[in-house]
Nanobody
Framework: QVQLVESGGGLVQAGGSLRLSCAASGRTFSSYTMGWFRQAPGKEREFVAVSIWSGGEYYADSVKGRFTISRDNVKKTVYLQMNSLKPEDTAVYYC??????????????????WGQGTQVTVSS
């Protein structure tokens, strides 16, 4: 079983930055593909970014060039650095994990483990 705990959300003005963290339990964090998703009110949960366990980072077009995903396998933590935030980035952000996975990483249904979410609100 993998437990995920997000932190770092908050209220920020448009153009500002936030860094989200997701701490994971388990002994084999380096083998987890770690994804970030978000869900705005009344909308479907959508893919934001992923760090593939075997290497590679991928982003949704809407955040490419503004967000950066990174991971620290010693600290068992994945980060999402969010710059140039826009009001449309407002959502609950979730991290998700799937051990040894490198397939359709943009689909929320492939992730068996999820955090509780952290709210990000960007004011205009």
């Amino acid at each position: 079983q993998v437990q995920l705990v997000e932190s770092g959300g908050g209220l920020v003005q448009a153009g500002g930055s936030l860094r989200l963290s997701c701490a994971a339990s388990g002994r084999t964090f380096s083998s987890y593909t770690m994804g970030w998703f978000r869900q705005a009110p009344g909308k479907e949960r959508e893919f934001v970014a992923v760090s593939i366990w075997s290497g590679g980072e991928y982003y949704a077009d809407s955040v490419k060039g503004r967000f950066t995903i990174s991971r620290d396998n010693v600290k068992k933590t994945v980060y999402l650095q969010m710059n140039s935030l826009k009001p449309e980035d407002t959502a609950v952000y979730y991290c998700a994990a799937n051990p040894y996975y490198s397939g359709s990483y943009y689909l929320s249904s492939v992730y068996p483990y999820w955090g509780q979410g952290t709210q990000v609100t960007v004011s205009s």
